[in-house]
């Protein structure tokens, strides 16, 4: 409990700072005793309306994002038992993607984008859950043979679907509105402004799924045995996987389909503290926001005025330094 | 009298068309260590699963503790019965300590973390299987008869009345099989648990356990006090293969023909 807690301010320091670098960095750099002028008291400064019009939104929905991300992969690692299942792999992503996409084929604004996003992942959350019915409810499947691989291939042919269709989509369209939608395919924070929605969903998911954190230690045990030792597996796994969905559907609502940090970061994290569920869920929550808040910041200032996709950055920067993690120590927990 | 930890009435198992188990009746009282014997696929496994609540019963009724099965909770039962899989696999890097521990889940409330006596029960179980000092191991460094071991200790951990075991010796050598029979049988009848567990080493069977229960391909099922139902004819019946049974050096010994 103590070391939780020690981790888990250690990564919130981490964040903060993040923060403070993600507004102080820009076209204009803004020196620290400005920014704090310019978040507590605004006034009408050149730096002030800087910070809070425009950095300020992006940074907060950056971090929720990335937050969302790490949190959605870390749960469906879980539900999936597979390390190699990231917030995407069920297909959400896909189905968000072509509602998005078709908004952009039919000249929408970004609100129904974001719409289209939203409704597009609903629709391919609801088809896993109706499709994979069996899998969530009757307890007479389980037993020798584990849900988690039956669900699993459900969700990467849904996912196989979707792509098909995306594929089709971008092929039919005009090349005036090709880049914008190559960009939301690869994530990108640029012009997002509406950071609330991401927040109060980080925050709720976190409230319903952190009681059950020990539960969900167990439930990595294998059903059979999570069963046997008193967890409620079909309801837990109903709730991990609506919690996992609302998160990822968030996300990409938000920012388009950034990839890498649901899979990494849980997985980096568990390299570095252990699978205690417990400590792992919040701590992903803070790393992903911090990594993606870093990631964003580096996205709109190293080539600037050129804005780089996010999701490119996150890769980059990401994949090395998770090589490192894996390769550092192996075979040690 | 108290309640059998387990009472088992008109049970009837099917799979498919196939009946697997057809209306057996038996109850494991304190102490009792039961072997449960049968060709492969006749149902020992689906049986134990049944009595774990992984499955429903075609027909009959089971009690835990003098309850029905289904009136428990999740939890309560966990606190009541044990279970030991048959296959145990692991997705993720996890320590020995940790997968011990989650045998303490059971009796931990929901914002309780572990704390030193869980620690000192789960280093006391890993004790009982031959398994001091591996704490820290990663379980996917371990060999199969050692990941065997930490499962075992976990069920220990759990610490419950009765204790279901599916094949607890596969890929146990010789001195570990001897040693976790010893300790579940030590724990029946210094501690009056209930054990239950599937077996194929017919001479270990009847070296261990005091009752046993027999399936057969026809769903009929043999049951009572070892001497009762590993008779020749029975085991003949069962395995379809010719077993003699020879009295020596004060043991009872099977041998196939």
Redesign the interface.
């Known amino acids: ?1 103590r070391r939780a807690l020690l981790v888990w301010l250690v990564l919130a320091v981490a964040a903060l700072t993040a923060f403070a670098l993600a507004l102080a960095t820009g076209s204009r750099w803004i020196s620290p005793l400005e920014l704090t002028h310019a978040l507590f008291a605004p006034g009408d400064s050149l730096a002030g309306e800087i910070v809070t019009e425009l950095r300020l939104p992006r940074a907060l929905a950056a971090f929720a994002t990335g937050g969302l991300l790490a949190l959605a992969g870390a749960l469906m ?1 879980v539900l999936l ?3 190699l299942a990231d917030p995407y792999v069920l297909g959400l992503s896909g189905g968000a993607a072509v509602g998005a996409l078709a908004a952009m084929l039919a000249g929408l604004g970004t609100l129904f984008v974001n719409l289209g996003a939203a409704a597009g992942a609903l629709v391919a959350i609801l088809l896993v859950f109706a499709l994979a019915q069996r899998d969530f409810a009757r ?2 499947l ?3 043979l584990d849900a988690s691989p039956r669900l699993l291939l459900t969700g990467v042919m849904i996912a196989a679907g979707w792509s098909a269709i995306i594929t089709l989509m971008l092929t039919l369209a005009p090349d005036a509105k090709l880049r914008g939608m190559l960009f939301w395919l690869m994530g990108d924070l640029n012009g997002v402004d509406s950071w609330a929605p991401a927040w109060f969903v980080l925050a709720a998911a976190l409230v319903v799924i952190y ?1 059950a954190g ?2 969900l ?2 439930l ?3 059903e ?2 999570a ?6 597996v079909m309801p837990l796994r109903r709730t991990v996987y609506l919690v996992a969905s609302a998160a990822t559907a968030l996300a990409v609502t938000t920012a388009g389909t950034i990839g890498f940090v649901g899979l990494v970061v849980p997985h980096a994290l ?2 570095a503290l ?3 569920q ?1 400590v792992l869920l919040p701590a992903s929550a803070l790393t992903g926001g911090t990594l993606l808040l870093l990631a964003d910041t580096a996205a709109r200032t190293v080539l600037a005025p050129q804005q780089l996709p996010v999701g490119v950055i996150t890769a980059l920067v990401g994949v090395p330094a998770f090589m490192f993690l894996l390769l550092r120590a192996p ?3 | 009298m108290s309640a059998p930890l387990l009472r088992v009435n008109d049970l009837t198992l099917r799979v498919g068309a196939r009946t697997l188990v057809r209306e057996l009746s038996f109850r494991i009282d304190p102490g009792e260590v039961w072997c449960l014997l049968g060709p492969n696929g006749a149902g020992k496994s689906t049986l134990l699963h049944t009595v774990v609540g992984l499955r429903e019963s075609q027909g009959g009724a089971m009690e835990l503790a003098g309850r029905a099965l289904h009136a428990w909770t999740p939890g309560e039962a966990a606190r009541l019965r044990g279970f030991l899989p048959q296959t145990l696999h692991d997705a993720f890097s996890a320590s020995v300590m940790d997968n011990v521990m989650a045998g303490r889940h059971p009796y931990l409330a929901r914002w309780q973390w572990e704390n030193e006596r869980d620690r000192e029960i789960a280093l006391a179980a890993l004790q009982a299987v031959d398994l001091a000092g591996f704490e820290q191991r990663d379980v996917l460094t371990l060999s199969g008869g050692e990941r065997q071991r930490v499962a075992l200790a976990a069920l220990l951990a759990q610490d419950p009345p009765l204790l279901l075991l599916d094949e607890p010796l596969s890929h146990l050598d010789l001195r570990h099989q001897l040693l976790v029979l010893e300790e579940l049988g030590r724990l029946a009848r210094e501690r009056g648990k209930g054990v239950l567990f599937t077996v194929h080493d017919l001479n270990l069977a009847a070296r261990f356990a005091g009752h046993a229960l027999l399936l057969t391909p026809q769903g009929t099922v043999r049951q009572g006090p070892i001497g009762e139902v590993m008779t020749e004819p029975d085991l003949w019946c069962a395995f379809g293969h010719r077993v003699a049974r020879i009295e020596a050096a004060g043991r009872t010994l099977f041998i196939p023909e």
Not at chain 1, 227 to 232: E, P, Q, S
């Open positions: 409990m690692q038992r597979n390390p307890q007479q389980f037993g020798p009681p020990r539960d230690n167990v990595l045990r294998g059979a045995l069963h046997a030792l008193g967890v409620r568990r390299l252990g699978n205690d417990r075979g040690k927990p």
